[in-house]
């Protein structure tokens, strides 16, 4: 039996990204949302120690650090998340995964070696993939909140400034990681590298449609408590069958009568047909 139920919005935890190029703001942005979100915050720092420059400025909040280092596996991230989760952090920030796609030891390196061994980059992308679905399975399912910094590639523009002379300025484009790693966030926070200011290229809560600012802890408590606006009604198990005829049968319980009444379910659906009775 397929069972449809109406829809209903729960309590979660942030999955921000944030995109900048080099000199954007992206760790002091992540700092001060995460001052919004919550008060236990660790920051995962890959950029050899940049994160702790920012401890004392005003408007920082007190975090704890742990500083990686190449190679940048994908499951070093998933390793040091699980652990800032088990450490009953309330906000990580991971900054950055850029690395974990185009850094020393990331999938783009780890696929350009498999590839000359095997000959075939076809195999060395299957073998890898994995590697990348982990750490988004991870980052979806931490019991915290996950704010992602990601470099973004760069390009110029030539515009007219402040003294009416045209000028370059440096502007962001795609995020360094793999394409489509912003499907998997909540809100997804493009950062301007000369203001400073973020505007949302992608947003679940609706609340930043249209609008362009600079980060704050208002903004974090802001996400906070939309993301606590929710139920807290817990989500039920489902379990899918699929049988020959690809015919999905739902059970919303785990006891063993339920799964016995489910098999028989399945047989039933699998028996020949009856003929029917004709009718008068």
């Not at 992206?26 to 890959?46: C, F, N, P, R, W």
């Not at 915290?144 to 400034?161: F, G, P, Q, W």
């Not at 009416?164 to 493009?190: C, H, N, S």
């Not at 028989?264 to 699998?270: D, K, S």
Request: hydrophobic share 40%; with cysteine.
């Amino acid at each position: 039996m397929i069972e449809f139920k109406k829809a209903v919005r729960r309590n979660a935890k942030a999955r921000i990204a944030l995109c900048a190029p080099a000199g954007g703001g992206k760790t002091h942005s992540a700092l001060l949302l995460a001052g919004g979100l919550g008060k236990k915050i660790a920051v995962v720092d890959t950029e050899n120690g940049s994160a702790s420059l920012e401890a004392g400025k005003p408007g920082i909040p007190d975090f704890d650090v742990v500083e990686m280092h190449a190679p940048f596996m994908p499951d070093k991230y998933v390793a040091v998340l699980k652990l800032a989760e088990e450490a009953g952090y309330d906000v990580v920030i991971l900054d950055s995964i850029s690395h974990a796609w185009a850094g020393t030891g990331g999938l783009l390196e780890e696929v350009d070696k498999r590839s000359k061994t095997s000959k075939n980059s076809y195999t060395a992308w299957r073998d890898v993939t994995p590697m990348h679905n982990r750490l988004v399975e991870a980052l979806l399912q931490a019991n915290c909140h996950v704010i992602a910094t990601m470099r973004s590639k760069v390009d110029y523009a030539l515009e007219t400034n402040s003294q009416g002379k045209i000028a370059p300025r440096k502007v962001g484009l795609a995020p360094i990681q793999r394409e489509g790693m912003d499907y998997e966030f909540t809100i997804v926070f493009d950062i301007d590298q000369a203001s400073h200011l973020a505007t949302a290229s992608k947003d679940r809560t609706s609340l930043f449609d249209g609008t362009t600012d600079v980060l704050t802890q208002k903004t974090g408590e802001h996400i906070n408590r939309w993301l606590n606006s929710g139920t807290d009604v817990p989500v039920e198990a489902t379990l899918e069958i699929v049988t020959p005829d690809n015919v999905f049968v739902q059970n919303t319980a785990s006891t063993q009568d339920d799964d016995q009444a489910n098999d028989e379910t399945v047989q039933a659906l699998n028996a020949p047909p009856t003929p029917a009775k004709q009718m008068k």
